[in-house]
């Protein structure tokens, strides 16, 4: 009973076998060209959506960054005008006072506006020397002051959050 069932089992395999391969066979070469054009179709399409999204993105992008400096240059626009009415002041007696009081005050707005874009300061002046952050473009042996401290800043550095946007040009003690 059970080689029966081998048997009829055997013969099932066998009969849907050819039928499947019959199937196949019967898949006409332009079924098999329609499917492929259909395919090639999608790819395409696809293709293009993804380069159209690129773009898109790219676009908006450029659009981002150009908002984010048209916003700080709106900022810095008042520090120009303060600028041009320091420039304009009558060069008399008094005014080389009122002249120094004015682009005090610039540099402070230009500080405060630094500061509000999340831009600070490198404190270099008595640390020790650091190439991340510190370009040394002097060494001058000093009395009383460690090997590699910071004994005098010729330019300030900045960091804009954890990114250095420009080292502190410094001069470093040696020994």
């Known amino acids: 009973m059970e080689d029966e069932r081998k048997d009829a089992a055997e013969l099932a395999s066998e ?17 098999l060209r329609q499917q ?3 395919y090639y179709d999608r790819l395409l399409r696809k293709t293009a ?3 159209n999204y690129r773009k ?6 450029q659009q981002v960054a150009d908002a984010a400096a048209a916003d700080l240059l709106t900022e810095l626009l008042p520090l120009v005008d303060d600028l041009e009415r320091a420039l304009q002041a009558d ?4 005014a080389t006072d009122a002249i120094r009081r004015g682009v005090e005050l610039i540099h402070k707005q230009l ?19 650091d190439p991340h952050y510190h370009m040394a473009v002097a060494h001058e042996p000093a009395e009383g002051r460690r090997d590699g401290e910071v004994i ?14 420009r080292p502190a040009m410094v001069k470093v003690a040696k020994e």
């Open 152 to 165: 005098e800043e010729f330019r300030r550095g900045y960091m804009l959050g954890d990114r250095l946007l």
């Open 111 to 129: 500080l405060e506006t630094l500061r509000r874009r999340g831009v600070r300061p490198i404190e270099a002046l008595g640390a020790d020397f």
């Open 15 to 31: 009969v849907a076998g050819p039928t499947a391969a019959t199937e196949a066979a019967e898949e006409s070469p332009g079924d």
């Open 36 to 38: 492929r054009d259909d």
């Open 49 to 51: 959506e993804f380069d």
């Open 56 to 61: 898109r993105i790219d676009r908006e992008r």
């Open 91 to 94: 060069a008399g007696g008094d």
